[in-house]
């Protein structure tokens, strides 16, 4: 596949230690599509030397400047909550810690128990035996995340699931991603956000996701197709040392065939799990209508993955009839590999879930997380210390 490239100037790097270097800026077309190379500054951020890259004192240093931003204590979004049941302390406990550690800082959006859900709040058609009181009680949490957007009258919210984990190098990670968001689909060239303003749903934690130009109903458009050429919009990171060896990744992208160590900004193709997302005020109204007020089609995040797909496969399209509600035009960005996902945490397995429960006895002695190479939960002890030099899941490095 060819591919056009400008390459950018790589960060300093004073040790060995620096999170990730960036070659280029550059949109991966498919082999049929024309070339195009979105617009944006040729300039990557450059650490300095022994600088940490956590933790409250971490300032940001990509361009433009107000990017810098997402290393507020709330990461560039207005808020940031954490979904979670009340009695799960173990799980409060660990993410008030490591958020802290890291540099920002969560308020709860409490669990919901599906039993506690009434008949009549369920949205008409949904059939709750068929969708289990577990993921109704999670629906409704997300749901209630969602209109506390709307209610607050914030700009945008990132919500996190309470058993998810990330890099200790999350801030110069979300420099990156705000770049991507704001190259791919941002107009304004001041936005609000530092994440850009024409974005929905930005989706930073999944179990998988695809690229939306490979879905069954997106394959055989021809190269002229406008919505193949915003369906196929990319923003690629290389030599992004907090992506884990390529054949240590997991999801649903074949990792293998793809330069060691890329991330991707991405337009959406249909995510699995919601281990972390944010919605903008306008996402959370379409949410809240297509997944409450409207109907449900599923368990949460099936459902929310469904209303990107819908968005992404019918853009451009005019006839009503084809296009049906066209996903209420909803704009989702996507980052693969993700920089959120599920810790697996130290003790009983049954612990993992408060959807599906496995009641075995079976204990882990040792916690992980997938996809995360300085993971933040595993690196707790070295935070408090104000080491810069963190355990690594695949090898150690200095940070």
Known sequence: MGVL???SPRMLIGIATIFMTVGSFLLLIPQATPFRLLPFPDRAPSPRSHERLYGDGYRGHASPADINRVANATLGFDRVFVVGLPERSDKRDAITLTSALTGFRVEWVDGVRGESVPDKAVPFGTSRERLW??????WRAHMNAARRIIQDDLASALILEDDVDWDVRLKPQLERVAQGARAILSSNPKPHSPYGDDWDILWLGHCGEIFPE???ENRGRSSDDPALRYMTRRFVIQDDMTVPPRDRITGLLDFKNSPEHTRWVHISGAPICTFAYALSQRGARKVLFDLSVNHLTGPFDNALAGLCRRAVSTHGIEDPAAAGDGGL????????????????ARGLVDGDSDIKAINDGQVRERGSTENIVWSARGNIDNMILGATTMESQYDNQDV
């Open 329 to 344: 035009d909803t704009k989702c960005i996507s980052v693969t590999p993700p920089l959120y996902f599920h810790h697996k």
């Open 5 to 7: 490239f400008r390459p």
């Open 214 to 216: 490979t879905l069954e």
């Open 133 to 138: 009181e577990a993921n109704l009680g999670s």
